[in-house]
Nanobody
């Protein structure tokens, strides 16, 4: 089994910054893509940033230029630096990792428990 543990959410004023961190542990052979999603009540979970093991990144248009995703392959961690936060960034943020538990096993999606980010105006 694989566990993803997130940290770093909280309450911040508009224009402020927060840094989210996620650590993967357990039966890990390799991790392909790691990413951050967010979800608000009544809406689907949306991808906001992803990073491959090689360091290629992808961002949702709504966060480009404000958020930066990074990862440490040796530690199986992924971070999300969020700057210039807006009230519309308020959501529960989830860490995701596509993990192979052995060389012969296909990749499987794992999720963190979610961390609340609230941006006040």
């Amino acid at each position: 089994q694989v566990q993803l543990v997130e940290s770093g959410g909280g309450l911040v004023q508009a224009g402020g910054s927060l840094r989210l961190s996620c650590a993967a542990s357990g039966s890990i052979f390799s991790i392909n893509t790691m990413g951050w999603y967010r979800q608000t009540p009544g809406k689907q979970r949306e991808l906001i940033a992803a990073i491959t093991a090689g360091g290629s990144t992808k961002y949702a248009d709504s966060v480009k230029g404000r958020f930066t995703i990074s990862r440490d392959n040796a530690k199986n961690t992924v971070d999300l630096q969020m700057n210039s936060l807006r009230p519309q960034d308020t959501a529960v943020y989830y860490c995701n990792a596509k993990v192979r538990s052995s060389w012969w096993a296909p990749g499987k999606d794992y999720w963190g428990q979610g961390t609340q980010v609230t941006v006040s105006s």
